[in-house]
């Protein structure tokens, strides 16, 4: 039995539309395509685990507008880990790692100690309707 109910469709050439995906995988009782423009992948979700394994069997290196697309079956994401709580003493700049720095708000201007507490007073003191940073 296959573990994912969504393909990922990679290799795909510029030429290729949304609608070329349906057409190819109409057969396969697809449920959803989502394809970023201009990325050449897609992401194929299907009604069962079973469809997805036989158009990633059947589809994996079809030539589709002059390439071989290669269908995969997708992994399934990782579940987020919640952040820690804030600590309201504790100054910004301990909380951007490497591991947090692409969910980072840059606030320019501030002193180097500010900390979490000041900045939240200042959003609820300047910023209309917000209670979180």
């Known amino acids: 039995m296959a573990e994912s109910d969504t393909c990922f469709v990679g290799n795909i050439d510029a030429a290729v539309e ?4 349906e057409e190819l995988f109409d057969e396969y009782e697809y449920s959803e395509i989502r394809m ?24 994996n ?39 947090n720095v692409d969910r980072a708000i840059k606030l320019r201007g501030l002193p180097f100690r500010t900390t979490v507490a000041d900045v939240l007073k200042f959003v609820k003191e300047n910023a209309e309707g917000l209670d979180y940073v």
């Open 18 to 21: 949304e609608e070329d995906l």
């Open 36 to 59: 970023p423009p201009g990325k050449g992948f897609a992401f194929v979700s299907f009604d069962s685990n079973e469809a997805a394994a036989k158009a990633q069997t059947e589809l």
């Open 61 to 99: 290196g079809k030539e589709v507008k002059g390439k071989a697309i290669r269908v995969a079956l997708a992994k399934p994401k990782a579940p987020r880990e919640e952040p820690e709580p804030l600590e309201d003493t504790k100054p910004l700049s301990t909380f951007v790692n490497e591991d």
